[in-house]
């Protein structure tokens, strides 16, 4: 198994470039096969995820081809309407968001069937919002044998109030919507960026969506959808987890390619504890030249503190002056990397969803395992900071979500590799010295 070797103690310095938002990719991705024109899509994150919906889309009939390692072109035109189009479980186990195709498949051949996701690392991850907005839509939606089947003879618009504020929920039900007759209003929606991102990528092939990112989305059905070409936004936990890095480590790096209000959650709580944050049109530069300050932190839905920043910005805060205190308000159990950052000396007491972290000088390196993809990011963000070698296991959930992020991470002076054998680990050692 594929593992990351780090020696900390090098402050992370120079630039570095954000690759586009996987969490609005997974919804453009699935969106695209609504028409049965061709849809060329640029910007897409080459990431495990990405890699896996695309796998699913074509195993329902979609042609799929890379034009380059960013820019992929989707034909929903080859997928047989009378098929069953079930996205199976091999695809939904790997990466949940298969079922954004429930909404996709439903929306445009009014039938669809998809592996019931389920829950993962972070949570139990229901999805009855989902549900219950096909089912406002006139959908027949039931589950059995694991499989969940969505059937309308017609969708119709609605009026759907979203009893908590769901990501997923609103970009499914979004896009069962935009074909619908009539009007279709989403209240309490999320408003994230990659809502929006998704949202303008069905404008772009005629849908009739206005309101995203706002909380309340209003959707004009359409008789059908047409090809686009499309450019999909910056990543912006991927930014802000190379912020983060920034400041664990003491560094000063410009993070380009970003959209810096997308980001201002983040730099906010960067500049409160003493980091120099500095945004420029499509950049932001972060700066850590002294030992930051504690503060508190509550994530919330955007544009709150996003829950994805959470771990990372603990590993920040373990390494400030002072006691800080984080509210995961959005899942059950994010936690988990509390008790990896134990082993390097961390300080962090976890009661219920509140965790209290007791500021350290230094974590010491250690081997560490990632139980999920933004907890291992933060790991590796602790490994660069500390003092001595660390192990990372268990990468591949943070492939998941960050393109090259070794790579990226090496640019800007991080001493990290990708090992699989001890034999590998001694000879980073050696060389690293
Ligand atoms: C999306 O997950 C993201 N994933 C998550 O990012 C992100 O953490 C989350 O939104 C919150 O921003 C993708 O976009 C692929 P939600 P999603 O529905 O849509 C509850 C990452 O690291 N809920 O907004 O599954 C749910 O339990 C991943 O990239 C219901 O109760 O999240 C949670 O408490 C991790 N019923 C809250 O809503 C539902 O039907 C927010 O979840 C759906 C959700």
Do not use: W
Request: aromatic fraction near 6%; proline fraction near 3%; hydrophobic fraction near 45%.
């Amino acid at each position: 198994m594929e593992q990351y070797v780090i020696k900390g103690g090098n402050p992370l310095v120079g630039e570095v470039s954000i690759a586009g938002a996987k969490n609005a990719a997974l919804g453009i991705l699935a969106a695209a096969v609504m028409t049965d024109e061709e849809v060329v899509i640029e910007n897409v994150p080459n990431v495990r995820d990405t890699r896996v919906l695309l796998q699913a889309i074509q195993g329902i009939g979609a042609r799929v081809k890379y034009i380059d390692e960013h820019t992929v072109r989707i034909c929903g035109g080859t997928i047989n309407p009378h098929a069953d189009n079930c996205v199976d479980g091999e695809y939904v186990r790997r990466i949940r968001a298969s079922y954004y195709l429930l909404g996709a498949l439903l929306g445009k051949y009014r039938r669809s069937t998809v592996a019931l996701p389920g829950g993962c690392n972070i949570g139990s991850r229901p999805i009855d919002l989902h549900i219950k907005g096909f089912r406002a839509l006139g959908a027949d939606v039931d589950i059995h044998s694991s499989m969940i089947h969505a059937e309308a003879q017609q969708l119709v618009g609605s009026h759907i109030y979203m009893d908590v504020v769901s990501v997923g929920a609103t970009i499914n039900v979004m896009m069962a919507a935009v074909l619908a007759q009539g009007k279709t209003t989403i209240e309490n929606a999320a408003k994230e960026p990659h809502i929006v991102d998704v949202a303008n990528f069905l404008n772009s092939m005629g849908a009739n969506i206005k309101g995203a990112g706002t909380d309340v989305i209003r959707i004009r059905g359409v008789e059908k959808l047409k090809g686009t070409e499309y450019s999909i936004i910056p990543d912006q936990i991927e930014a802000g987890t190379f912020m983060a890095a920034a400041a664990a480590t003491k560094g000063d790096i410009t993070i380009r390619n970003v959209i810096p209000k997308h980001l201002e959650a983040i730099s906010s709580k960067l500049k409160e504890i003493g980091a120099i944050v500095i945004e420029y049109d499509d950049a932001v530069r972060v700066v850590s030249n002294q030992r930051l300050r504690s503060t508190n932190i509550k994530t919330l839905p955007y544009p709150g503190f996003p829950t994805d920043m959470q771990p990372q910005m603990a590993v920040v805060l373990a390494l400030c002056e002072g006691t800080s205190i984080i509210t995961e308000s959005i899942f059950e159990n994010r936690f988990k990397y509390v008790d990896e950052l134990f082993c390097m000396g961390g300080k962090i007491k976890v009661e219920g969803n509140t965790a209290i972290i007791d500021g350290i000088e230094k974590f010491t390196g250690g081997n560490v395992v990632a139980p999920d993809l933004r907890a291992g990011a933060a790991l590796v963000i602790a490994g660069l900071a500390a003092d001595g070698f660390t192990v990372v296991e268990d990468i591949k959930y943070i492939q998941r979500g960050y393109e090259a992020f070794d790579e990226k991470l090496r640019a800007l002076g991080g001493k990290i590799a990708t090992v699989e054998t001890d034999k590998e680990i001694q000879k980073f050692k050696l060389k690293v010295g």
